[in-house]
């Protein structure tokens, strides 16, 4: 059974950071790209960032460039997201996405952790 379990969202400051972690299981990890989605309130989702598996290039939203890096840890089987210069508009429900592919038969969502960033 995959199991996608996020941790590490909360309430920060304008130009603070955070950082988001993906707890990933049930699946082979090291072969799989991961997504990170996040939903602001009263918006539909935003893509924000993926990693591919083994060429581990990553790909980021206009609106994060520079400012977020997506990374994994195959050891582990977690995916971060590492959210600097936080900015109200970061302000959103996270949630970490395993996508469809040719191993995997479905979208995969974890349960999503909340970042709330205060101007």
């Known amino acids: 059974e995959v199991q996608l379990v996020e941790s590490g969202g909360g309430v920060v400051q304008s130009g603070g950071s955070l950082r988001l972690s993906c707890a990933a299981s049930?699946?082979?990890?090291?072969?799989?790209?991961m997504t990170w989605v996040r939903q602001a309130p009263g918006k539909g989702l935003e893509w924000v960032s993926s990693?591919?598996?083994?060429?581990?290039?990553?790909y980021y939203a206009d609106s994060v460039k520079g400012r977020f890096t997506i990374s994994r840890d195959p050891a582990k089987t977690i995916v971060y997201l590492q959210m600097n210069n936080l900015q109200p508009e970061d302000t959103a429900v996270y949630y970490c996405?395993?996508?469809?592919?040719?191993?995997?038969?479905?979208?995969?969502w974890g349960q999503g952790t909340q970042v709330t960033v205060s101007s």
């Open positions: 990693i591919y598996a083994y060429s581990s290039n990553t």
């Open positions: 996405k395993l996508p469809k592919g040719t191993n995997i038969d479905a979208d995969y």
């Open positions: 049930g699946f082979t990890f090291s072969s799989s790209a």
